[in-house]
């Protein structure tokens, strides 16, 4: 083979969960293929976990349970992070940068909240060290090579994605078969699809640590975590599900970053969208990030989110980089464009107003909106929606709006909340047009 380096490329693996074991299986099983897309063999030399495998196939690399072995004993090259979690991970990410080491990791949380240093470290470091993080954002999908190679042509003017797949199969378990939050949450665990302890999912954190890096790629602003607005699913019920289907929507849990003349937006939350859209027919677990180009148009990545081999898939992609020689070096915080605070994000609005039954109620309440000179859209009040609890008979008024900003939609839930016809809490979701 022309070209070909037979020295190999010395990986070692910190941890033996979902998806280290997934990255030993396609760097064994598929040896000779991948050696010969990296131009040179890709060898594991040393696996450290806190807990041993005998029954793992290391394929006769060394094990340890000091994760330090991995950057300390002058057998690796590179270093896979996949213990997850911030300190630890921290610890062995930083320490390997120094040694020179160029780390392949999957870990978004410790991105999110330490990527900016980390990139500055990496490309400080001598001689061709890299950080890559491929498997970080949407599992299998190459969404950061995209952005980082394939689209850099574009001034990227906004992307949308489904980025957290227990979200989606939930939110499509409850439209799909009428299921509440709860039994779609039970579901996606008993599946395996959502943690026992979910809340990093359903919050929106996950998709926030995600959305975080996506939007310092597109936007070459910094990576800011705690600059994410963030809103889980938790609050969604079958109810608003009915009415956006009804409207002419799917409720879909979106990371949504747009370029705007102020700043940009970057914010998660459970969003309508048109149910054409091509968003909307992402269903169960996938995951899909749309991306606007100016010169490309709207591209949509599609694919597994999450799992052992399609996580590995992208870990693999990355050690193959770092073995060619021609890993992307990223550098984030070149625009000093400010994040969004969310009062300044606009989009139009789905609010369930619940009302008194009672004449003139409706009137009462697009009076109250046009005060704020906020028009309307679309609205249901049906007769069939009345219910009548201690006694008192009440409908859902459920309006869209047309685009608004989210301070003067702030000020006008809280002059409605004050009519003495709206008898609870005022739903609010966002409704985007993604075009
Ligand atoms: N699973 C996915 O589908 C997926 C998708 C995308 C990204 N990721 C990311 O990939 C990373 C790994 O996820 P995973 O699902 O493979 O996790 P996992 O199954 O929980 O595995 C983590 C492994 O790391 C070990 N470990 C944890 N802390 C350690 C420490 N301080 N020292 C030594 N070993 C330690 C654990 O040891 P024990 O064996 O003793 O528990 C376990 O083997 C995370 O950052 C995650 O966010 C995962």
């Known amino acids: 083979m022309d070209n070909f380096d037979l020295t190999p ?50 394929g006769g690399a060394r094990f340890s349970t ?33 040694q020179g080491l160029s780390v ?13 240093a980390l990139f500055e470290q990496a490309r400080q470091q ?5 950080l890559a993080f491929e498997a970080a954002v949407a599992g299998s999908i190459p969404i950061i090579s995209s952005l980082t190679r394939s ?7 906004w992307l949308a994605g489904i980025i957290n797949g227990t979200s989606n199969f939930i939110l499509t378990a409850m439209a799909e078969r009428g299921e509440a939050f709860e039994d779609a949450l039970a579901e996606a665990q008993a599946l395996g699809y959502a943690e026992a302890d979910p809340t990093f999912d359903v919050e929106g954190i996950d998709a926030a640590h995600k959305l975080t890096l996506l939007a310092a790629l597109a936007f070459d602003t910094a990576v800011d975590f705690d600059g994410v607005y963030t809103e889980g699913i938790t609050g969604i019920t079958p109810e608003d599900i009915g009415y956006a289907d009804e409207l002419g929507y799917r409720i879909r849990h979106l990371g949504i970053a747009r370029r705007t003349g102020e700043g940009v937006e970057v914010r998660v939350h459970p969003t309508l969208i048109s149910k054409e859209s091509m968003l909307a027919n992402v269903n169960g677990v996938m995951n899909a990030v749309l991306v606007m180009g100016h010169a490309s148009g709207p591209i949509l990545h599609c694919g597994a989110g999450a799992g052992e081999l399609p996580t590995a898939s992208s870990v693999v992609a990355d050690l193959v980089a770092v073995a060619r020689g ?20 606009e989009s ?47 409908v859902p008024i459920v309006i869209v709006t047309h685009r608004v900003s989210e301070g003067v939609m702030d000020t006008a839930i809280e002059a409605l909340q004050r009519v003495d016809a709206v008898i609870g809490d005022i739903k609010r979701l966002r409704v985007e047009h993604l075009s």
Not at 104 to 116: E, S, Y
Not at 359 to 372: D, I, K, N
């Open 104 to 116: 392949v990791t999957a870990n978004k949380a410790l991105l999110a909240r330490h990527g900016n």
């Open 326 to 345: 021609d890993a992307v070096h990223v550098r984030t915080g070149g625009n000093h464009t400010p994040i969004l605070d969310m009062h300044q994000v």
């Open 151 to 157: 689209l850099v042509a574009n001034d990227i003017e």
């Open 66 to 98: 000091s994760l330090s072995d991995l950057t300390d004993r002058g057998d690796v090259d590179v270093v896979v992070e996949l213990i997850g979690g911030e300190d630890a991970a921290l610890k062995l990410v930083t320490r390997s940068l120094s």
């Open 348 to 394: 139009a609005c789905y609010l369930r107003i619940p009302c008194l039954d009672q004449p003139g109620v409706f009137a009462r309440v697009a009076t109250a909106l046009s005060e704020h000179d906020i028009s309307i859209e679309a609205a249901i009040q049906r007769e069939s929606a009345i219910h009548s609890d201690s006694g008192v008979s009440w």
């Open 126 to 130: 001598e001689g061709g060290v890299v």
């Open 9 to 58: 490329l010395r990986v070692g693996i910190a941890g033996l969960g979902t998806v280290a074991r997934g990255v030993l299986n396609i760097l064994l099983t598929r040896k000779d293929e991948i050696a010969r897309h990296a131009g040179r063999p890709i060898t594991v030399a040393r696996v450290a976990n806190r807990t041993a495998y005998p029954e793992i196939d290391l």
